[in-house]
């Protein structure tokens, strides 16, 4: 034991009192040899009366490990003088790696440990940035900053890397010698040629949008740039032209473009022949060339009028097709009285009247061909189209399944009618093997099969046998299949099932519990004791 452990708050540097102490270490000493020695004990002396107060990880450490050999006074008191290489104390000392600094230890670490540094105070840090900030001993500039030697200070702060502050005001040469692509962005493919320097069109706030001023290019020049290679020039549907863009356009922007009619002296047709202007379509209606009789110079379509009276011939003299609209493939076959039923104000609505139409002769004209027929989703029926719908329209649509006896999946398909949701169980049956009109709820299946047994007394959901959710039972001990014990094996109990003396039944000479079994007087099975007429258990039986 270690004197100065014993008694490291309490030694004095008079000699009579460190003999005093020394003696009672002993005494200690002699009284414990035979036990292991105790932790060792508190001090009670209070250490703050010495004006330096212990906290964090100072209260933990032995009294020698600071006052070495026994020597209180002049116990160094300022961190650099403890933890320094070559300190007499011998506390742990600042690593080769440590970042260049002052030697005030606090301002970054507490007591409480060295690492992690509570807080790091820049204004302790001896160098420049870049000696920490060198990309090993703290991060440094990654392979994508711009290329520069200012210190890492000029913009940014001690708080966060990011934001940056960059002023664009201290800057000597033209913006191209960062922004060339490489070093800051440049200008893209896409960009007008040009050898301007950036500043020319572009603010250092943003690079869109971009001002260029147009008030200094001559009038009539526009070509000299707006050529297709420097900026957007005509495009190949542009009427054909020598004037100067100006002459229809403006400089904000190219559409809409100015151009106006009233200057026009000649008819229209002088430009709108299709060459010089667009002209007449194919399908145009056969007329003298007055543009004008029809259209506006603000647009051709739609056009501003069109005078039917003043239109020679039947209306199918022009709409046939090709000069105008004509009866659509779908029409209903009729003749090429195209008035009967529509007007010269709109095609649609037009007017028919269904009264003169036969019963059950709808498919003569509903066809899908003539007129609308049934689409691919209608139920599968030869009935008239009037067996269901009205002339008034099709939908509603009433539809009586008295008649229908058999093949719902005919049309509950999912398709042509509501068919089987997704966790219906899987099965070929017809719908009416369950189902009856006029609601899908409640089940009116009844099993035929020979292996059912039977509803029991407790109603069973389908999934109770049908755990696979399909019309196959699942027999949980297919080896006594049809029998009871197919089901019920499991739950199956030898005690009640004597068959001779102590020897009971095996649920596989069991298999049927509604048959009858015996007990027998030995193991020869030839003497009948007790005999138990079937059925002992019934399907409908609430318990065994």
């Given at each position: 034991?270690?004197?100065?452990?014993?008694?490291?708050?309490?030694?004095?540097?008079?000699?009579?009192?460190?003999?005093?102490?020394?003696?009672?270490?002993?005494?200690?000493?002699?009284?414990?040899?035979?036990?292991?020695?105790?932790?060792?004990?508190?001090?009670?002396?209070?250490?703050?009366?010495?004006?330096?107060?212990?906290?964090?990880?100072?209260?933990?450490?032995?009294?020698?490990?600071?006052?070495?050999?026994?020597?209180?006074?002049?116990?160094?008191?300022?961190?650099?003088?403890?933890?320094?290489?070559?300190?007499?104390?011998?506390?742990?000392?600042?690593?080769?790696?440590?970042?260049?600094?002052?030697?005030?230890?606090?301002?970054?670490?507490?007591?409480?440990?060295?690492?992690?540094?509570?807080?790091?105070?820049?204004?302790?840090?001896?160098?420049?940035?870049?000696?920490?900030?060198?990309?090993?001993?703290?991060?440094?500039?990654?392979?994508?900053?711009?290329?520069?030697?200012?210190?890492?200070?000029?913009?940014?702060?001690?708080?966060?890397?990011?934001?940056?502050?960059?002023?664009?005001?201290?800057?000597?040469?033209?913006?191209?010698?960062?922004?060339?692509?490489?070093?800051?962005?440049?200008?893209?493919?896409?960009?007008?040629?040009?050898?301007?320097?950036?500043?020319?069109?572009?603010?250092?706030?943003?690079?869109?949008?971009?001002?260029?001023?147009?008030?200094?290019?001559?009038?009539?020049?526009?070509?000299?740039?707006?050529?297709?290679?420097?900026?957007?020039?005509?495009?190949?549907?542009?009427?054909?032209?020598?004037?100067?863009?100006?002459?229809?356009?403006?400089?904000?922007?190219?559409?809409?473009?100015?151009?106006?009619h009233d200057g026009v002296t000649g008819s229209c047709f002088a430009c709108h022949n299709g060459t010089t202007a667009t002209g007449?379509?194919?399908?145009?209606?056969?007329?003298?060339?007055?543009?004008?009789?029809?259209?506006?110079?603000?647009?051709?379509?739609?056009?501003?009028?069109?005078d039917h009276t003043q239109v020679s011939g039947s209306c199918v003299s022009c709409h046939n097709g090709t000069t105008a609209t004509g009866k659509g493939a779908s029409h209903v076959q009729s003749d090429n009285n195209c008035d009967n039923c529509h007007t010269t104000t709109a095609w649609t609505p037009a007017q028919f009247d269904h009264a003169g139409i036969a019963a059950g002769s709808c498919a003569s004209c509903h066809n899908g061909v003539q007129a609308t027929g049934k689409p691919v989703t209608h139920v599968p029926t030869t009935a008239s189209c009037d067996a269901c719908h009205s002339t008034l329209a099709w939908r509603p649509a009433r539809f009586d399944h008295s008649g229908i006896t058999s093949g719902c999946l005919g049309c509950h398909n999912g398709s042509a009618a509501t068919g089987k949701p997704s966790g219906h169980m899987a099965t070929s049956r017809d719908c009416n093997a369950c189902h009856t009109y006029p609601a899908w709820i409640p089940l009116t299946f009844r099993h035929a099969s020979a292996e059912?047994?039977?509803?029991?007394?407790?109603?069973?959901?389908?999934?109770?046998?049908?755990?696979?959710?399909?019309?196959?039972?699942t027999w949980s001990s297919p080896a006594y299949r049809p029998n009871c014990a197919g089901c019920h094996a499991a739950d199956f109990k030898p005690d009640p099932h004597t068959k001779y003396g102590n020897v009971k039944y095996t649920v596989a000479e069991l298999r049927n519990c509604s048959g009858a079994c015996h007990e027998y007087a030995d193991s020869t099975l030839t003497t009948i004791s007790r005999r138990r007429a079937g059925p002992q258990h019934r399907v409908r039986d609430t318990g065994f």
């Amino acid at each position: 034991m270690n004197i100065a452990t014993v008694s490291a708050h309490h030694v004095c540097t008079t000699p009579t009192r460190m003999r005093s102490a020394f003696g009672i270490a002993l005494l200690l000493l002699s009284g414990l040899a035979a036990a292991a020695p105790p932790p060792a004990p508190r001090s009670s002396f209070d250490h703050l009366t010495t004006g330096f107060e212990l906290t964090g990880r100072h209260r933990e450490a032995r009294c020698e490990t600071c006052h070495v050999d026994a020597v209180f006074r002049g116990t160094p008191r300022d961190c650099a003088e403890c933890h320094e290489r070559g300190s007499r104390v011998g506390a742990g000392a600042r690593p080769a790696s440590h970042v260049r600094s002052s030697n005030r230890c606090a301002d970054c670490h507490t007591t409480a440990g060295w690492i992690p540094a509570s807080r790091f105070d820049h204004s302790q840090v001896r160098g420049s940035c870049v000696s920490c900030h060198d990309g090993v001993r703290a991060s440094g500039k990654p392979q994508t900053h711009i290329a520069t030697s200012a210190p890492c200070d000029s913009c940014h702060r001690t708080t966060a890397w990011r934001p940056a502050g960059f002023s664009h005001d201290g800057v000597t040469g033209g913006c191209f010698a960062c922004h060339n692509g490489t070093t800051a962005t440049g200008k893209g493919a896409s960009h007008v040629a040009t050898t301007a320097d950036c500043a020319t069109c572009h603010s250092t706030l943003a690079w869109t949008p971009a001002r260029f001023d147009h008030g200094g290019v001559a009038a009539g020049s526009c070509g000299t740039c707006h050529n297709g290679v420097q900026a957007t020039g005509k495009p190949a549907t542009h009427l054909p032209t020598s004037a100067s863009c100006d002459s229809c356009h403006r400089t904000t922007a190219w559409r809409p473009a100015g151009f106006s009619h009233d200057g026009v002296t000649g008819s229209c047709f002088a430009c709108h022949n299709g060459t010089t202007a667009t002209g007449k379509g194919s399908g145009h209606i056969a007329t003298t060339n007055s543009c004008e009789s029809c259209h506006a110079t603000s647009a051709w379509r739609p056009a501003t009028r069109v005078d039917h009276t003043q239109v020679s011939g039947s209306c199918v003299s022009c709409h046939n097709g090709t000069t105008a609209t004509g009866k659509g493939a779908s029409h209903v076959q009729s003749d090429n009285n195209c008035d009967n039923c529509h007007t010269t104000t709109a095609w649609t609505p037009a007017q028919f009247d269904h009264a003169g139409i036969a019963a059950g002769s709808c498919a003569s004209c509903h066809n899908g061909v003539q007129a609308t027929g049934k689409p691919v989703t209608h139920v599968p029926t030869t009935a008239s189209c009037d067996a269901c719908h009205s002339t008034l329209a099709w939908r509603p649509a009433r539809f009586d399944h008295s008649g229908i006896t058999s093949g719902c999946l005919g049309c509950h398909n999912g398709s042509a009618a509501t068919g089987k949701p997704s966790g219906h169980m899987a099965t070929s049956r017809d719908c009416n093997a369950c189902h009856t009109y006029p609601a899908w709820i409640p089940l009116t299946f009844r099993h035929a099969s020979a292996e059912y047994p039977g509803d029991h007394a407790r109603a069973l959901i389908c999934t109770a046998c049908h755990t696979t959710n399909t019309d196959q039972a699942t027999w949980s001990s297919p080896a006594y299949r049809p029998n009871c014990a197919g089901c019920h094996a499991a739950d199956f109990k030898p005690d009640p099932h004597t068959k001779y003396g102590n020897v009971k039944y095996t649920v596989a000479e069991l298999r049927n519990c509604s048959g009858a079994c015996h007990e027998y007087a030995d193991s020869t099975l030839t003497t009948i004791s007790r005999r138990r007429a079937g059925p002992q258990h019934r399907v409908r039986d609430t318990g065994f």
